[in-house]
């Protein structure tokens, strides 16, 4: 399935991605108000080096690319796809189906994708193989839970994730990939904000396995305006990635800014 006007997700080598999943909020006109706030402020700020990604519902993702415009420097995504290109499967949405809405990202493996519908390292692999296929932009979400945390440390259970998902890729589609590493403890209004400490090892040992092989490595798991500068400055964090904090445009905004600040010293 293609669309003449399939926006186009080559956007060349940001230094840091910034993004935020909208879950499940928003209707229409919330979700089109925001995008015209956010395109009135990319068109009026440059951000170099930052790639701003907005993922919506999606009911909305067709609404915010109309607003956004084909050439916005702000990336679309989906939060789910599925790897088949179309058919029996209810209630589903594929890749192509979400590319030809306007999406050119696709969040896969959200800890609450596998909570609570049966999100699995091999759907996950599907997944990556599916955005891949279509030219979109894959943002593998991999993280552990408190307890994993506690019998040993996250980064065994996280690389294992990450293996599985990413697994077969060439170098090539390797280098297309984020990853968004979300401590499932960390998120959410039950969650607890991680320190700094706590995230070092773990991206030491992403950064071990990936750094400089796939396309970002982000962080996400209660950002918010007052630790956004802190994340950033951990090593091997190239993005974050938000929930809460930005699903109010000045919110998203205040991060952005963050972040063009943390490029420029
Ligand atoms: P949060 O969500 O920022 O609201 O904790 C993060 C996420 O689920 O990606």
């Avoid at 306007?102 to 997944?127: C, D, M, N, P």
């Avoid at 297309?176 to 320190?195: K, S």
């Amino acid at each position: 399935m293609t669309s003449a006007r399939t926006r186009k997700p080559d956007i060349g080598a940001p230094q840091l991605w910034i993004g935020t999943s909208w879950k499940m909020t928003k209707g229409l006109n919330e979700s089109r108000e925001y995008a015209r706030g956010l395109a009135e402020y990319v068109a009026a700020n440059l951000l170099p080096g930052v790639q701003p990604f907005v993922i919506p519902s999606f009911t909305a993702v067709a609404a915010v690319r109309d607003v956004l415009g084909d050439d916005s420097p702000v990336l679309l995504g989906v939060q789910n796809a599925h790897w088949e290109d179309q058919g029996a499967w209810t209630g589903e949405v594929s890749v192509a189906q979400a590319k030809d809405a306007g999406a050119q990202l696709v969040e896969i493996g959200h800890s609450e994708r596998r909570e609570h519908f049966g999100e699995t390292v091999e759907t996950t692999r599907l997944k990556v193989a599916a955005a891949l296929r279509h030219g979109l932009i894959p943002l593998l979400c991999i993280g552990e839970s408190a307890e994993t945390r506690s019998a040993g440390g996250p980064s065994r259970f996280i690389l294992e994730q990450a293996a599985g998902a990413l697994d077969g890729l060439t170098d090539e589609q390797l280098a297309r990939v984020l990853i968004a590493y979300e401590p499932i403890w960390a998120i959410g209004e039950h969650g607890r904000a991680a320190t700094i400490e706590e995230l070092r090892q773990p991206f030491s040992d992403l950064g071990d396995e990936y750094g400089g092989r796939v396309r970002g490595l982000l962080y996400g798991g209660s950002v918010s305006e007052d630790n956004a500068e802190a994340l950033l400055g951990i090593e091997h964090v190239t993005g974050l990635f938000i929930g809460r904090a930005a699903w109010r445009l000045p919110g998203y905004l205040r991060i952005l800014e963050t972040a063009r600040q943390a490029i420029s010293v």
